[in-house]
């Protein structure tokens, strides 16, 4: 009998919380649907301070709390890997400027997850990225 494997350690980008918090899981392709089932997910806390940003400038309807609240039913946890580790994971990516996919990919890195995203840019950085 084969021996299951353990959960891996699956984040969510900002986009994909406010996918599944609008319940277009759907649209989504087939691998990163099975690493979102399959995965221990996590987001980054720098994911619920982009949310609150986003919230804050208009481009989404509720902040942090609201998305996060709506994935309640999800086994999903905000990532407690200490910050200067993931500050200097992030410090090693300097194919952004963007603050947010730094932090988030080095949160990724930091605590050895994969990351769904759809951001082609990360994609091609980043080799534990999921999408298709």
Known sequence: ??????PRLTFI?????VWLCA??????PAKAVAAIEEGWLAIS??????LDFLHEIGRIKVGSA??????????????????HAVAQAAG?????RDPFDRLIVGQAIAAGGWLVTADERIRQQFPQAIWD
């Open 1 to 6: 009998m084969e021996r299951n494997k353990e």
């Open 13 to 17: 980008d900002t986009h994909i919380a």
């Open 23 to 28: 319940e277009k899981r759907r649209s989504l």
């Open 45 to 50: 806390p720098m994911v619920a301070l982009e």
């Open 66 to 83: 609201g998305v996060l609240n709506a994935l309640s039913g999800l086994p999903l946890h905000i990532d407690q890997t200490p910050f």
């Open 92 to 96: 090693t990516q300097t194919w952004t």
